[in-house]
């Protein structure tokens, strides 16, 4: 096993004609990572199977131009506001503020330019994530201005991805404003431990740390309070696959056209303490997932609108497209409409403090038995 490494290269060039680069990080040891300044994209995620063959394990696109004009969020970073807000409206210290509306009347992932179309600005990051574990990084940053898509106050952020000789995969964020304003982000990694394109992930299993969700209307905001999964298709308590009941005979399911909903994370013992959300496997290749977050919520979305009209590229072989259900996404983040909600755990941020978060990919499948601790992270 080696060492981990990093590097970079041109990858092409945005619809503005800014470059965009890829960085690629490499554990060392069969997990790779490779990362666009376009979107902070998640673009590829190599790792290996339980005989050591390596596979992506994320849906990408060809080319930044692709991304551009036809991505679905695939793995991007996701603001100023992960998920919905009703109407794209919502007031904060008495003054309304609307962003544009891009889903079924209603603001989705920031509005119609979102971070996910933006340019980041990357550097080598530090290293040491308190992992004490070899690894490497790449630091990019952003510079949101006041009333970008309505939202107030100038932001800065800055995400981290560290991956280390474990495997692990680990996206800090951090943000800091000059004005109250609200932000939840994420990364929108659409995940099929098969490998991009091999079928659906109907018969991965999946696990949950939730016993709760949260229902929403047929435009996708919530109803309002969390409700109960036991004895109901969205109870993931313990692991099983995803397809068991994804087509059962229910409301929430039918108009989603599958899971579309954030389920409810069980606190962790300290706040901002770095918990297990979920845990996603693939049985015949052996590869298993661990999501780990500083998060209240998960949103899991099962690829419900891919039509295999999008497919991904990869050297010596023939794209495979990506069909209905062919990933899911395991989105870390605030709960949806939570600038409205106020029974909702808060994502207002304001000047006196910093917003943080944290979330790790772990493959225990392909990092041996040296894992890394839990860390904690939180507003300070």
């Known amino acids: 096993m080696s060492r981990p490494s990093l590097a970079s290269a041109p990858f092409g060039t945005a619809p503005s004609g800014a470059a965009v680069d890829r960085w690629t990080l490499d554990s060392g040891g069969g997990v790779r990572a490779e990362v666009l300044t376009y979107g902070g994209i998640l673009h590829r995620l190599w790792v290996p199977d339980s005989s050591g063959v390596a596979a992506c394990v994320v849906l990408n696109l060809p080319s930044v131009g692709d991304y551009a004009a036809h991505s679905p969020y695939f793995g991007a970073l996701i603001g100023r506001y992960a998920n919905r807000i009703d109407s794209g409206r919502f007031t904060l210290d008495g003054r309304a503020h609307q962003i544009p509306v891009n889903d079924r009347g209603h603001a989705l992932h920031g509005g119609t330019d979102g971070f996910d179309r933006r340019i980041w600005t990357a550097r080598p990051g530090t290293t040491d994530r308190g992992t004490h574990l070899p690894s490497v990084s790449v630091e990019l940053s952003l510079h949101s201005p006041d009333g970008d898509m309505g939202f107030p106050g100038a932001l800065d952020v800055t995400v981290t991805y560290t991956l280390d000789s474990s495997g692990t995969l680990a996206v800090d964020y951090t ?163 939570s600038p409205n909600r106020p029974a909702y755990p808060t994502t207002v941020l304001r000047p006196d403090a910093r917003y943080t978060s944290r979330t790790e990919f772990r493959f225990p499948s392909a990092a041996g038995t040296e894992q890394p601790a839990a860390h904690s992270r939180g507003q300070e």
């Open 175 to 337: 943000a800091r404003t000059e004005l109250p304003t609200v932000v939840s982000l994420t990364n929108h990694a659409y995940f099929n431990l098969a490998g991009a394109g091999i079928g659906t992930v109907l018969g991965h299993t999946l696990a949950l740390d939730s016993d709760r969700y949260l229902p929403v209307t047929a435009s996708g905001v919530p109803l309002g309070p969390a409700v109960a999964t036991s004895g109901t298709p969205f109870d993931f308590a313990e692991p099983h696959p995803i397809g068991d009941e994804i087509a059962a005979d229910d409301a929430q399911l039918h108009d989603a056209g599958g899971y579309d909903h954030c389920w409810i994370l069980t606190p962790p013992a300290v706040p901002g303490e770095l918990r297990r959300a979920a845990r996603l496997a693939h049985p015949e290749s052996g590869r298993r997932l661990e999501v780990w977050t500083t998060e209240p919520g998960i949103q899991v979305y099962t690829g419900n609108e891919l039509d295999g009209s999008l497919a991904g590229s990869y050297a010596g072989e023939t794209a495979k497209p990506y069909e209905r259900h062919g990933a899911v996404c395991l989105e870390t983040q605030h709960f949806p409409d």
